[in-house]
């Protein structure tokens, strides 16, 4: 009687609970990786987009001789010892009946080589997924980033984690945007047996797609950009001074995204970290380098601001300076003679700045330098930017050591501590040009659904910078004009002969080792005479159009040499491309 009521009990009274719980012991959930976001340039062009590939998985619970299956799928899949290795200890670390990815993006070989063996290789079977593919590779791998696997170091809750094939971003626009590209996970429902193995899928729900990111870049500017430098070690920036945009932003060598979102080996790795031009590095963000002559600008506001000078103030250049028993020495031997403001800018006389940087003092001309973008983070969305240096006598006293005047006199000139990247001389640049506006630099326009229509985000007018005078930046550009349309300007060799086009710039060529009185007496040797990391940084800043201008450039070539010779034509092939797509002849901007 026991018996037959507690089994009615659980039969009738209890069925709906039984029943639910043995449906569920059948039933299984399993999640769908959700397609990643697009990236995308400022015309709606690709620049990172998913792409079917064929991997090759391995359920464990389906192993019978590891030894045997491991020894040909390496064969197959060309592993090499380390990476057979690691691949056990994930197939040690995952459930019986997780599948683990041995390989993605096989080649149609391979597909065929496992497919042919399906006998020899139990547990081995070929899927079709979603990889990340960039088309432009190196052209636009320092913005875009890369992906890759998830590891237990990440960040990443609850079950994704554990999908196959699900990766996250690692550098870039891929790391900073990373959960809105993710997306939302699908799921399917699948009958199970009693020891969890899969027999027959009943239903699936594929996930949600992740948010598009809409970049400021152009991407053909950037091909260019990155054409036009070369493979040097060098960097250039693009940007649009009234509002901030940044259209092109290389740095090379680059690397191919790619390589790493298929998987690296380690010999791949090795000769990428060990390259000696640091491809890996951003230089456009977190390189920095003294500005050189770039830099005389600012010195020239700060005096003009404090009326230490005035544009007809005349300095007399001799070739060098005196400062206690010491003599700072201009870049031009026999020296410039009588130098106005205008003369020594288009000019780049170093013993006029000397005098004004000396009279001017430090405080003053870092605090101009700071109003224009230097010495400070500029917030930019890409990870790794460096905010330079713009000494004070706070700074220096706080590393423990008293100021000197000598050292007034080496900033005066863009050397010595100061320190400065070309996403912030691209913004000094802009800030000079545009009338003083504080211009702030981005890349992205918008993060938004794939299926969303609406309009891209609009730019707010940046505020002008209350310590600049209209008038003074007036006089600044004027000089910036002189120094590649003037006969006697730097840059005048490099100056534009096409109609309807014109560009305003500063030269810089900054010293990287002590020149000796030896030296100096003997004759210096030529760049082209010494070692590669001995020879001069090559600096240009520009902007186009001389009138109303709109787009400014910096570029840095390292040790590349004179800044008139070896940067600004590559400055001026770029504002002229710039010109070519953004401005007609009119001189009217459009996009």
Known sequence: SVLIGRMSYLQIIESEKYKTLAEDNRISLK?????????????????????????????????????????????????????????????????????????????????????????????????VGESRYYPDGKISGQIVGYVSSVSDKDNVKGPLKRLPGFKVGRAGVEKVYDAALRGKEGARQIEVNAFGQEI???????????????????????????????????????????????????????????VFSRGLSHEEWKKITSDPMFPLHNKA??????????????VALAALKNKIISPRTKIYCNGEFELGEKLFYCWKKDGHGTMDLHNAISQSCDCYFYDVALKTGIDRIGAIARDLGLGQLLDFELPGEKKGLIPTKIWKTKQGKVWHPGETLQA??????????????????????????????????????????????TVKEAPIISSLNET???????????VTNSPSGTAYKTRSRLPGFSFGGKTGTVQVRRISEEERETGVLKNTELEWHERDHAIFVGFTPLIQPRYAVSVIVEHGGSGSAIAAPVARDILFEVKRRYIKRNMVAID
């Open 31 to 127: 999640l769908l990786s959700p397609l990643r976001g697009r990236i995308l340039d400022r015309k709606g062009r690709p620049m990172a987009i998913n792409k079917k590939n064929y991997r090759a998985m391995f359920l464990p619970a389906k192993l019978t001789s590891r030894d045997s299956v491991y020894s040909e799928i390496a064969k197959i899949l060309g592993l090499d010892k380390q990476e057979l290795s690691r691949l056990k200890r994930r197939v040690l670390r995952s459930s019986r009946f997780s599948p683990v990815v041995l390989k993605e993006n096989l080649t149609w070989r391979q597909v065929a080589s496992i497919e042919a063996r399906a006998i020899e290789l139990p547990g081995v079977l070929v899927e």
């Open 200 to 258: 027959r899928e009943l239903n699936r729900k594929v996930g949600d797609p992740g948010n598009e990111v809409w970049l400021t870049v152009d991407k053909e500017l950037q091909r260019f950009t990155t054409n036009r430098l070369n493979s040097q070690s060098a960097s250039a920036v693009v940007i649009d001074v009234h509002t901030g945009e940044v259209l092109a932003l290389v740095s090379t060598p680059g690397f191919d995204p790619n």
């Open 285 to 298: 963000i977190s390189g920095q380098y003294a500005p050189g002559s770039a830099f005389k600008m600012i």
């Open 412 to 457: 005066g000139i863009g050397q010595g501590f100061v320190l400065a990247t070309p996403l912030q001389l691209a913004v000094m640049t802009a800030r000079l040009v545009n009338g003083g506006k504080a211009v702030v630099p981005q890349i992205t326009k918008t993060v938004r659904p794939s299926v969303d229509s609406n309009q891209l985000n």
């Open 472 to 482: 003074h930046l007036e006089l600044i550009v004027k000089a910036m004009g002189a």
